[in-house]
């Protein structure tokens, strides 16, 4: 048998796995990760939520962190450094205060009447609508979050039903409204069994034909540990991602139901628990390649209280965002508008400290330089990921890309093998 012979029997053997490889780990999808969800609960919702949010944000970095200097102090980082990010995060909070938004109808909504909640769904659905209005126009900067949606109920059998209507609502309104974009998310809580996945994927179907709006997206709250270790003994979150493709778009973990769920007493149960390492070492495992999302928890310490109260809790928030960050998780959920400074601050700390490396990195890789290093096709990808995701947040801006690598964002998209980045 010649060479080519031989080559082409590989490739009738392996075509089937070639297949499924290319289907079942696809790559980057190109598009914006969040680095953050905001939950409100959809009784504390309304159009002036997200403009709330940013001015009650910038009111406590105002009150706590007057200035680079006083905000380095409060959060006890090296001189210099709050200098790099602190006029970068006010801006932020006054332009994109909250990336994405999630109206709960879960934990914390609670449980209603019928009548109640079928009232709230709609209400919702049309403020939602009337925030993205305004964020439209020229004038409502800070109004609208890019990305949005809502959380239903779980699919268990005590919610089902509850769940389902209120999604059903949901839609309706916002598919009448013409108020349903690319950047709508849904989120499924407590999955505890594939199958549930496949009954989500069976419901958006039902109500894209029913009201003939776009692909619905959802993602997977991972909070049970049967979705982490299933009876049988397999990861069943990889099955579930599997289960929901291409809908499937993210894996957010749930920090205090899945603590509570191995045992672990409520003092302990935190974002850096070895039980939520553990769990979020799989959902990496299991997202990766697929061009699903992964997200960290929270924390339930809020910076409320007197002056010092607040530097704690913005301490403990800042080195628990960053510790996320530095193991590869590039979002988490916020619950209060005082930690919107140190998601920003401690996210674009993390982008500042390391673009000056990456960029180095990046033009010795393209053969414009030496960098000491003897980077691989897939560190490269990496590297220019990481310069994207700052770019994405405002951490950096596109001259300093320009200036420091020497290469547009379209040649920066192919490096990081994300052509069709987008939001």
């Known amino acids: 048998m010649s060479l080519e012979d031989l080559i082409d029997e590989l490739d009738r053997r392996l075509a089937d796995a070639d297949a499924a490889l290319a289907a079942d780990y696809p790559g980057d999808r190109g598009a914006r990760q969040p680095v953050h969800t905001v939950y409100v609960p959809a009784d504390k919702y309304d159009g002036n939520t997200v403009s709330d949010w940013g001015a009650e944000a910038r009111a406590a970095l105002e009150q706590y962190g007057g200035c680079a200097a006083e905000l380095a102090e409060a959060l006890e980082l090296p001189p210099g450094l709050a200098d790099e990010v602190y006029e970068r995060v006010r801006a932020k909070l006054a332009r994109e205060p909250i990336e994405d938004l999630r109206i709960d109808f879960e934990d914390g909504y609670g449980t209603r009447s019928d009548e109640e909640e079928d009232a709230a769904a709609v209400a919702a659905a049309r403020a939602l609508t009337q925030s993205m209005r305004a964020g439209a126009t020229a004038e409502g900067a800070g109004a609208a979050a890019p990305y949005h949606g809502l ?24 598919s009448a409204a013409g108020g349903l974009t690319d950047g709508f998310v849904i989120t499924l809580p407590k999955v505890t069994s594939v199958e549930q996945v496949e009954a989500m994927v069976t419901v958006l179907a039902a109500l894209e034909r029913e009201y003939g709006v776009p692909e619905l997206k959802f993602e997977i709250q991972v909070e049970t540990p049967q979705a982490i270790l299933g009876s049988d003994g397999t990861a069943l979150i990889s099955r579930m991602i599997k289960a929901g493709a291409p809908r499937v778009t993210g894996l957010h973990y749930g920090t205090y139901d899945y603590s509570a769920s191995l045992g672990v007493a409520a003092a302990y149960q935190s974002m850096e628990h070895p039980v939520a390492d553990h769990a979020k070492d799989v959902m990496q495992l299991a997202a990766a390649g697929t061009g699903v999302f992964v997200s960290d928890g929270s924390t339930n310490v809020l910076p409320v209280g007197d002056r010092d109260a607040v530097h704690a809790a913005w301490r403990l928030h800042l080195r628990l965002v960053r510790r996320s960050l530095a193991r590869g998780i590039y979002q988490g959920w916020d619950m209060h508008p005082a930690q919107l400074p140190t998601r920003f601050v401690a996210t674009y700390l993390f982008y500042r400290e390391g673009l000056n490396e990456a960029a180095l990195r990046l033009r010795a890789y393209l053969g414009q330089g030496e960098s000491g290093y003897l980077d691989e096709p897939a560190t490269a990808v990496a590297l220019a990921g990481f310069v994207l995701r700052g770019l994405d947040c405002g951490a950096v801006d596109p001259v300093e890309v320009d200036k420091l690598i020497g290469v547009d964002l379209a040649a920066l998209a192919q490096l990081a093998r994300r052509p069709g980045r987008g939001r």
């Open 151 to 174: 959380r239903i109920k779980s699919l268990e059998a005590p919610t089902r039903r509850r769940g389902l209507r209120t999604l059903e609502l949901f839609v309706r309104e916002l």
